[in-house]
């Protein structure tokens, strides 16, 4: 072992003539422990967030949405699909319909996000379907239309409809919050209204038209599971009186990361009056506060390992004290300067890395148990998802090991200096 590295550890283990040394230098290492493990904690939860956000929504949703300028909606949109699936990255494509309605089960009423889709085209594009815990998704697909399915609703539902007009009725997926707030199971009836209405004798009124709950979706994203619903396309199109026309093309790339460039592409492959939007654009601004908050809680929790330097500084400057006699002897015997420096810094290193390994170790098992077991919970009503989710990663942890390490050197560097500033001569001068 190195003479420097041998006489710094020497003096780590050795007993103090001074206990309170050897209780600052303890924590001293506790506080690099305790700021590293906090660090980690924090930075795993942080990319938790933003891991599990990410992955949910682009589970729920396409990576890229074309749409018409003009709010007529895209007509042709079969050949327009079928010649932008062709383009470079471009996965698969889907067809939809987006429209505000509001869904009413006798009393009980809520607003709704209602996607018309081709389950098929769907299903290639993103995994909402496959979330599907009651009821069968297929339904959408198989369903054989009746015009008795349009007959006029009764809000009170004291009397079911008749065998037949039930089967014929138009399938719906609810979202398990919204179905919950409806109070609706699979094989319910609801009633699904369109703000926009149609022309009548008495002027124009809201559209409605009876729909069966087939199906129950939990996404686990509340946003999703409390207002959005699903229904075939041609049903959209029949309840919004808009022909064969779609408002969007939905679109799953094979780099997530490149939409903006694939979206531009495919704007320009579509031609004139079109535009596009993608996930990063749509989502910009959580994911903004995500990365805001982490050099927040880093810098925040970072003071806890600042506040542990500050602590090896005064152990080292008292170490250096009591040593001072043990200082004079070492240049005595033909210990250089720079030797002296290094005992004392590699002291202080000792310790930052004591601290730091301890710290790694800690933080990585909570966050692991917490991650694995889901410790700790939310409400999903104010943040979207019911747990809180640890994903620690391994370059974090090599990040704050450096940090904690170089506050640590940083912090030995004062006292080194004092040492190696001692005189033999005056120091020995009344032994």
């Known amino acids: 072992m190195q003479f420097e590295l041998f006489v710094a550890a020497r003096y780590l283990r050795a007993k103090r003539r001074q206990a309170v040394i050897g209780v600052i230098t303890v924590i001293s290492i506790l506080g690099v ?3 590293v493990a906090s660090l980690i904690i924090a930075l795993a939860i942080n990319n938790g967030f933003r891991q599990d956000l990410q992955e949910r929504l682009l589970g729920s949703t396409s990576h890229i949405n074309l749409l018409r300028v003009e709010s007529d909606g895209i007509r042709n949109w079969q050949d327009l ?3 932008l699936q062709k383009e470079p990255h471009v996965l698969a494509g889907a067809p939809a319909i987006y429209e505000q309605v509001l869904i009413s089960r006798g009393a009980r009423a809520q607003g709704a996000i209602l996607k018309g889709i081709l389950p098929q085209d769907e299903r290639r594009v993103s995994d909402i379907l496959e979330t599907v815990k009651s009821g069968s998704a297929d339904t959408l697909e198989t369903r054989k239309e009746d015009r008795s399915a349009t007959s006029p609703p009764d809000p009170d539902e004291p009397n079911p409809l008749s065998a037949r ?3 014929s009725l138009p399938p719906i997926i609810l979202g398990k919050d919204m179905a919950d707030q409806l109070g609706a199971t699979v094989g319910s009836l609801v009633t699904v209204t369109s703000p926009q209405g149609e022309l009548t004798p008495f002027g124009i009124v809201p559209k409605y038209k009876r729909f069966k709950v087939t199906g129950i979706f939990s996404s686990s994203f509340y946003e999703y599971d409390s207002s959005w619903a699903f229904i ?3 049903d959209a199109q029949k309840l919004f009186d808009l022909g064969d026309v779609v408002s969007v093309l939905e679109f799953k790339i094979d780099d997530i990361y490149k939409a903006p460039e694939i979206a531009q592409k495919l704007e320009a492959a579509a031609g004139k009056g079109f535009m596009s939007t993608n996930w990063m654009e749509q989502n ?3 994911f903004h506060a995500l990365r805001l908050e982490r050099v927040v809680t880093f810098i925040t929790i970072g003071l806890i390992v600042f506040v ?17 006699r043990d200082i004079a002897v070492l240049v005595s015997m033909g210990a250089k300067k720079r030797q002296i420096r290094r005992i004392f810094i590699y002291q202080g290193i000792l310790i930052g890395v004591i601290g730091t390994v301890l710290g790694l170790i800690v933080g990585y098992l909570l966050s692991w148990a917490a991650g694995h077991y889901h410790l700790v919970s939310l409400s999903a009503e104010v ?7 640890f994903a620690p990663r391994a370059l974090d942890g090599v990040l704050v090991a450096i940090i904690a390490i170089g506050v640590s050197f940083i912090a030995t560097l004062y006292p080194s200096w004092s040492a190696a500033s001692v005189l033999p001569a005056e120091a020995l001068r009344y032994e």
Request: net charge positive; aromatic share 6%.
């Open 81 to 83: 699909l079928a010649r």
């Open 308 to 324: 542990a330097a500050l602590n090896i500084l005064i152990s080292l400057i008292m170490m250096v004290m009591e040593k001072t």
């Open 383 to 389: 943040y979207s998802i019911d747990y809180v989710p």
């Open 165 to 167: 007009v039930t089967a």
């Open 33 to 35: 422990a305790a700021g």
């Open 284 to 286: 910009r601004a959580i």
């Open 232 to 234: 075939s396309l041609p």
